[in-house]
Nanobody, 118 residues
């Protein structure tokens, strides 16, 4: 599975960004992870094939929304009310196993897109 992220950039606190991930083939679970400098990679959001089952880390609930368009092989992460602590490299990931909220199961990764919030 090849995953290509886009949509990162620099934004002021309180602003919004929409990340996109185009996949060579979507898997049952698709997710978004982040990794800040000096920290481990952590899961932010996951979504099941049907699109109606989603999982979120507590830190992003109510601010981030994950969605997928299976016809376009694309997964999105809408990020609102961004905070400086959201600054990180964001990675798209895929997982053939469920549940999609088990972050340890993701085994396909994109190259990442940088998000900077000031």
């Amino acid at each position: 599975v090849q995953l290509v992220e886009s949509g990162g950039g620099s934004v002021q606190a309180g602003g919004s960004l929409r990340l996109s991930c185009v996949a060579s083939g979507l898997r049952a679970c698709m997710g978004w992870f982040r990794q800040a400098p000096g920290k481990e990679r952590e899961g932010d959001a996951g979504i099941y094939r049907s699109g109606d089952i989603t999982y979120y880390a507590n830190s992003v609930k109510g601010r981030f929304t994950i969605s997928r368009d299976n016809a376009k092989n694309t997964v999105y992460l809408q990020m609102n009310s961004l905070k400086p602590e959201d600054t990180a490299m964001y990675y798209c990931a895929a997982n053939s196993l469920v549940p999609c909220g088990d972050w340890r199961g993701y085994n396909y990764w994109g190259q990442g897109t940088q998000v900077t919030v000031s």
